[in-house]
């Protein structure tokens, strides 16, 4: 099943502090050596384009790989860290090891992967039984049937189940369905009519035609019409991504027996059987799709409707059948990237088993390569920052007494996972060095199954969301904690031997960024204990709300490529804890003793590093296809924004580089919005 509803950064980094006067936490035998930030453009003044003033450099000689959609940091680290994983993997998949042992599943797992010449064998043969079973549909019933039995298996098509925590009541999982059902990356490209949009457009119908091809299907193109036609259907019904951002308008808790009552063709009775979902009722986010897949269900044709299973089976599989259809694959999500060409089959397999098995690599990845020291670095400065922002909240302006007791509240009840987890999760899958596909699908019905076992249960507190080797980490408000796993406790984000301006400005912004999330815009509809409950009075949210509609407007007002502007309803969250993040990290960097100091390193105050490593951490250059798409879909501002955007709110930015009157990003004081 798809899971939760998480506040990602995609990285994030950690060092070490003291919150009070001094930071003693570096006053050890290390020897600090200073980070060098060369490369910058002094040509580009601070106060017109920090981002660039940085990076320019760089980004004009930067080269992407043809292979990948970007370089530098951010996500992109991701890309150094696969080549740790594939270290472990070769290694591991060249012994004999204990059935059933972690270096077995993960090294068999790899192995049989790497075997092209056998899976280009097979052909299309592994997917001709769930054709088959396509093809013996003669009802509606039928259909729901085969679509919950194929949920099992991990291979979602016309319904989304998930089990994560009741909003309401967040001790207790419950049973969510969320709208889908589409090919396309978003419901607007149904829709858009621009160039841009259209070849998109013209690209899947492409990718799904072929697919009919390569399976021996006759009229392809007029299947994939077809097919396109029921999912712009579907598309009409769904939510934008804005909209599905209103936490209280996507939540809609309803009774079995009414949903089965209004919903006869989708016959939820039946389909919660087949689920193995034993409950009374489900929270159906997005009622309005599930009431046109209902109707659709009795307007569409069966034989219609058997096409459009049939496109969304072979694409859930595609990446794993022979080269023709990962080929098809690839050339329609090229469209979308700007990728120019394939990655090699060693770098799709280290990403496929840190996805389906990640918790079993990552215990081999922490313990070849993490640092223990690093956690425990990275605990005391996650404490510290709580310390920071009970101080900024203290002193808010905007807000009452009464609300500030319940965020302080809140904010000391944010539990830490940090580096990997206490609990390790296991997996109860037969893997076969011989048998790739069989491998996938027995990995994402343990995946179902490890799921369904926690409905109607309280959440698993020891559970992570991502693996430990990710660069990634997010704030998840339902259990009301930050994870920060072992893949980003390392260089640029975090430097045991640098000094704490670069490290402050690096992982310290995106310590501060977890944080805020608990009180971004939907964070701050969470209570303590996660669940979503006005904590505020009724003044001090309207005077919150207002100053999210300030960030908004001022995000909606950028844009990249020219000509394309930022979704500021869209990105608000991330952009309200971005600029929470680097005052909270600055505000923790003041009390270090280097923070208290003026002395230069390489011709920088250690004002000025700090805001140096702001903008370093976001070095990042990618194509000009995957931006327009990150855009349009991603909660996250693109790189630029996240360094000019919340410097251009923040006085000790202006103090450090002499920003005034005149420069392209200057504010006047009362227009630089300050929330946490």
Not at 117 to 135: A, C, E, T, Y
Not at 316 to 341: M, R
């Amino acid at each position: 099943m798809k899971n939760l509803f998480l506040f990602s950064l995609f990285f994030s980094v950690f060092i070490s502090c003291k919150n009070d006067t001094k930071d003693t936490t570096n006053d050890t035998a290390q020897t600090i050596t200073p980070v060098v930030f060369d490369g910058v453009d002094t040509s580009i003044k601070p106060g017109d384009d920090f981002f660039n003033h940085v990076n320019k450099k760089w980004f004009d000689t930067a080269v992407i790989a043809d292979d990948q959609v970007g370089v530098g940091s951010y996500r992109f680290l991701n890309i150094p860290q696969q080549e740790l994983l594939k270290n472990i993997l070769e290694e591991v998949s060249q012994k004999e090891h204990p059935k059933g042992s972690v270096e077995q599943m993960v090294g068999d797992f790899y192995a049989s992967g790497m075997d092209i010449v056998k899976i280009n064998n097979l052909g299309s043969m592994p997917i001709q039984p769930i054709l088959n079973r396509i093809d013996a549909i003669a009802s509606i019933p039928a259909i729901t049937e085969f679509v919950a039995t194929q949920v099992k298996s991990g291979d979602y098509s016309m319904v989304s189940p998930h089990i994560s925590p009741d909003q309401k009541n967040s001790s207790l999982n419950i049973l969510h369905f969320s709208q889908t059902g589409l090919g396309l990356p978003d419901r607007d490209y149904y829709f858009g009519e621009n160039p841009s949009v259209k070849s998109i457009q013209e690209a899947y119908k492409t990718y799904v035609t072929t697919l009919f091809e390569l399976v021996g299907a006759s009229e392809a193109k007029k299947n994939a019409e077809i097919v396109y036609a029921i999912e712009k259907q579907l598309a009409a019904s769904h939510k934008t991504r804005i909209e599905r951002r209103v936490i209280k308008e996507n939540y809609h808790k309803m009774a079995v027996s009414e949903l089965n009552a209004n919903h006869p063709n989708i016959g939820w009775n039946a389909l919660l059987k087949n689920l193995g979902a034993n409950v009374d009722s489900v929270d159906v986010r997005q009622p309005a799709y599930y009431d046109a897949l209902n109707s659709m269900l009795g307007t569409i044709t069966i034989e219609d409707w058997k096409l459009y299973l049939k496109a969304h089976s072979i694409a859930s599989h595609d990446n794993i059948l022979s080269t023709p259809f990962q080929d098809a694959s690839f050339e329609y999500s090229k469209v979308i990237t700007g990728q120019s060409v394939q990655q090699s089959r060693s770098k799709l397999m280290v990403r496929r088993v840190d996805q389906q098995i990640g918790f079993a690599l990552g215990q081999l990845y922490v313990k070849r390569y993490f640092n223990e020291d690093a956690k425990k670095r990275a605990l005391a400065l996650v404490n510290n920052f709580q310390k920071t922002l009970e101080k900024r909240i203290s002193n808010l302006d905007w807000m009452s007494d009464s609300t500030k007791v319940k965020a302080k509240e809140k904010l000391y009840a944010i539990s830490k996972k940090i580096g990997y987890p206490d609990v390790w999760r296991t997996y109860d899958a037969s893997i076969d060095r011989d048998h790739f596909f069989e491998n996938v699908v027995a990995l994402r019905k343990d995946d179902y199954q490890y799921e369904l076992k926690q409905l109607n249960k309280a959440p698993n507190r020891e559970e992570w969301h991502t693996t430990p080797s990710t660069v990634t980490a997010y704030y998840n408000p339902s259990l009301n904690e930050i994870v920060f796993p072992a893949g980003i406790l390392q260089a640029p984000y975090f430097d045991l031997y640098a000094d704490d301006a670069v490290n402050y400005g690096g992982i310290g912004m995106v310590i501060g960024h977890e944080f805020t999330h608990a009180f971004d815009d939907q964070g701050a509809q969470y209570d303590k204990n996660g669940n979503v409950t006005n904590w505020w009075t009724e003044a001090d949210y309207t005077k919150f709300k207002a100053k999210t509609q300030q960030v908004i407007d001022q995000y909606d007002a950028f844009t990249v490529l020219d000509s394309v502007p930022i979704k500021g309803a869209l990105t608000v969250g991330e952009n309200t804890a971005d600029n929470g993040g680097i005052a909270i990290a600055f505000d923790a960097f003041k009390s270090t003793a280097q923070g208290q100091d003026t002395t230069k390193i390489g011709g920088h105050t250690p004002n000025q590093r700090f805001f140096l490593s702001v903008a370093t951490i976001w070095r990042v250059k990618t194509r000009d296809e995957y931006l327009r798409n990150y855009v349009a879909t991603d909660p996250h501002s693109p790189p630029i924004w996240r360094v000019n955007g919340p410097l251009m709110n923040f006085t000790p930015f202006y103090e450090a580089f002499t920003v005034s009157p005149g420069d392209a990003n200057y504010k006047v004081e009362d227009e630089r919005i300050k929330i946490w």
